[in-house]
C-alpha cells in the first residue's frame, strides 16, 4: 500500500521532512542525544566522518568507530520530538521513497540514548553512569499508538498503575530495554526503571515559583517496588524511544548520564565531565 503524500513527507531533494537525511546517510547502529551541541562531542571520537547534515533541532553525522559505521542524531527536548525522530528513522530505512511502500525486508537499527538525567534514589550519585531496564512514560505519547506488552511488562505496568493511579491526569506506559544491548552496553552499569516526563519541573517534582499539584512526587516515586526493580532516575525521552523503537521493530537502549540527585537537592557542577564518561563508555561498547 502506497503511504499517502500528507502522511510522509519527502522533500523536493529526496531528504525526509524534518531529519532533512536521505536513505543512505543513516547505519544501522544510531546513537541519539537530545542536545544538538552533543553530536559533534560524540562524532569527534570517529574515526572518520562521513557526513554532516541537519535542520531545527535534529543534527545528524554519519562516520565510522573503526569498521563499525555509525549515526549520531540529536532529538531536541521531549518525547514529541521522539514521535517525529523515530518515524522517520523507521520510515528511512523502512519505506522505498521510490515507490511509498514498506519494504519486503524490514532492518532493525540499534539504537542508544545518550542523555543526561536526575537520580531518585538516594545511592545513587551524581556522576553515575546508568542504563534503563525499563522506560515508563508519564507523558500522553502512547495514547496514541496501539502498543503490545510482554508479560513481564504487563505486571510490572500493573504494579505501577496501583502505586501511582491516584494521578489521575497520567495514563503511563512501559516498555522493556533490547535484552541484548542491556546486556551489553548496559553491562555492570547501575540499572533501573527511568521514568519519563512531559516536562523538567512540576512534571519532574521541581519547585521553583509556580505551585505543584502532585505534592511530594519524588518520595512517591521512589518509594514505588516491583519485586527487586524501582525507579532509579527521571529525564524527558527515554520511555517514548523504548515503546516506539518496539512498536517499529528496533532495539534500543538508554544510557543516563546522572547530572543531579534529586533527593539530595544537588546538581552537578561539572556535568560535561560526566556526559564525556557516558559517551566514551558506550562508544567503547558499540
Ligand atoms: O540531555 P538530554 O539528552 O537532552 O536529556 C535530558 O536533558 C533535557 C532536560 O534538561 C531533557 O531532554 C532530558 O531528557
Ligand atoms: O534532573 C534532570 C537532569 C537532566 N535532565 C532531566 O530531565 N532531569
Redesign the pocket.
Given at each position: 500500500m502506497k503511504i499517502a503524500e500528507s502522511d510522509l513527507i519527502i522533500n523536493p531533494d529526496g531528504t525526509i521532512y524534518h531529519l532533512n537525511i536521505l536513505p543512505e546517510d543513516v547505519a544501522e547502529t544510531v546513537i541519539t542525544?537530545?542536545?544538538p551541541d552533543?553530536v559533534s562531542e560524540v562524532s569527534k571520537y570517529f574515526d572518520r566522518i562521513e557526513l554532516k547534515k541537519g535542520k531545527r533541532e535534529f543534527i545528524t553525522h554519519t562516520g565510522f568507530v573503526g569498521s563499525k559505521r555509525v549515526t549520531v542524531l540529536s532529538t531536541g527536548?521531549?518525547t514529541d520530538n521522539i514521535d517525529i525522530v523515530f518515524n522517520e528513522l523507521d520510515a528511512l530505512v523502512n519505506i522505498d521513497f521510490k515507490t511509498r511502500e514498506v519494504k519486503k525486508e524490514l532492518t532493525s537499527l540499534n539504537i542508544v540514548?545518550?542523555?543526561?538525567?536526575g537520580a531518585v534514589q538516594p545511592d545513587i550519585p551524581m556522576g553515575t553512569i546508568l542504563a534503563s531496564s525499563y522506560g515508563l512514560g508519564m507523558d500522553a505519547l502512547m495514547n496514541y499508538y496501539v502498543q503490545e506488552l510482554s508479560g513481564d511488562e504487563h505486571s510490572l505496568l500493573d504494579d505501577v498503575q496501583a502505586h501511582f493511579g491516584h494521578l489521575k491526569h497520567i495514563n503511563p506506559y512501559l516498555t522493556a530495554a533490547s535484552e541484548t544491548l542491556l546486556n551489553s552496553i548496559g553491562k555492570e552499569m547501575e540499572q533501573g526503571i527511568t521514568i519519563t516526563a512531559p516536562g523538567?519541573y512540576a512534571p519532574q517534582g521541581r519547585q521553583v515559583r509556580a505551585k505543584n499539584a502532585v505534592p511530594n512526587f519524588i518520595g512517591l516515586i521512589n518509594s514505588f517496588r516491583s519485586g527487586n526493580l524501582r525507579v532509579t532516575n527521571l529525564?524527558?525521552?527515554t520511555a517514548g524511544i523504548y515503546a516506539l523503537a518496539k512498536v517499529l521493530g528496533h532495539k534500543a537502549l538508554s544510557v543516563n548520564a546522572i547530572l543531579a540527585s534529586r533527593v539530595k537537592f544537588e546538581f552537578s557542577r561539572n556535568p560535561n565531565d560526566i556526559v564525556e564518561k557516558a559517551i566514551k563508555m558506550v562508544l567503547e561498547r558499540i
Open positions: 542525544v537530545g542536545d552533543r527536548i521531549g540514548r545518550v542523555g543526561t538525567s523538567f529525564e524527558m525521552e
